[in-house]
């Protein structure tokens, strides 16, 4: 028999269902939802396993936070994004999170392969990825472009372009609980 999921991954799997909604319509991730997910998820371990619970939800606030952000201030995701991953780590702690990066990560990236093989992308592809190790290797020395997310939102060819990265999130959780069941 298949074990239900726990109630911190039924709501992560929610909210990110809906910022799925949301990132797909407009390419946005309302602070509507990512700020209440992120408290709830802080009041929901410290309320349900103390001290704790809390340092726990921390850890996995800072690790969502942290691993998103590096990927914010080199351009290529949005603060949306950074902060749903927040909420994630509030309600299921570092190790959970981590999984649910790692699981939303690849799919991502099988995302990016197939819209770059559906639209015949591949040059502009490896230029962007050029620019991006250049980026990397300068983050503490230059200013971050803050408009870059906002650019390619307004690209009228924006589709074929941005990952949801919510989606990918919705599918990363979902992914990693069936990977949690299997294991146990």
Same mark, same amino acid.
């Given at each position: 028999?298949?074990?239900?999921?726990?109630?911190?991954?039924?709501?992560?799997?929610?909210?990110?269902?809906?910022?799925?909604?949301?990132?797909?319509?407009?390419?946005?991730?309302?602070?509507?939802?990512?700020?209440?997910?992120?408290?709830?998820?802080?009041?929901? !371990?410290?309320?349900?396993?103390?001290?704790?619970?809390?340092?726990?939800?921390?850890?996995?606030?800072?690790?969502?936070?942290?691993? $998103?952000?590096?990927?914010?201030?080199?351009?290529?995701?949005?603060?949306?994004?950074?902060? $749903?991953?927040?909420?994630?780590?509030?309600?299921?702690?570092?190790? !959970?999170?981590?999984?649910?990066?790692?699981?939303?990560?690849?799919?991502?990236?099988?995302?990016?392969?197939?819209?770059? $093989?559906?639209?015949?992308?591949?040059?502009?592809?490896?230029?962007?990825?050029?620019?991006?190790?250049?980026?990397?290797?300068?983050?503490?020395?230059?200013?971050?472009?803050?408009?870059?997310?906002?650019?390619?939102?307004?690209?009228?060819?924006?589709?074929?372009?941005?990952?949801?990265?919510?989606?990918?999130?919705?599918?990363?959780?979902?992914?990693?609980?069936?990977?949690?069941? !299997?294991?146990?």
């Amino acid at each position: 028999m298949i074990q239900p999921p726990s109630i911190p991954t039924t709501v992560v799997t929610m909210a990110a269902l809906i910022a799925t909604i949301t990132d797909l319509r407009s390419f946005r991730v309302h602070n509507s939802l990512t700020l209440p997910l992120l408290v709830s998820g802080l009041i929901y !371990q410290a309320a349900g396993y103390g001290e704790l619970g809390l340092w726990g939800s921390l850890a996995g606030v800072l690790t969502g936070f942290g691993i $998103l952000m590096v990927f914010y201030l080199l351009g290529g995701m949005g603060a949306g994004d950074v902060k $749903l991953m927040a909420g994630v780590g509030a309600w299921m702690g570092m190790p !959970q999170t981590f999984q649910v990066f790692i699981a939303s990560s690849i799919l991502a990236g099988v995302y990016a392969i197939g819209l770059i $093989l559906l639209t015949g992308t591949m040059l502009e592809a490896w230029i962007n990825l050029q620019r991006l190790w250049i980026r990397l290797a300068m983050l503490g020395q230059a200013p971050r472009n803050h408009d870059r997310i906002e650019v390619e939102v307004m690209r009228s060819d924006r589709r074929r372009r941005l990952i949801p990265f919510a989606a990918m999130v919705a599918l990363g959780t979902i992914a990693t609980w069936i990977w949690n069941v !299997q294991v146990s």
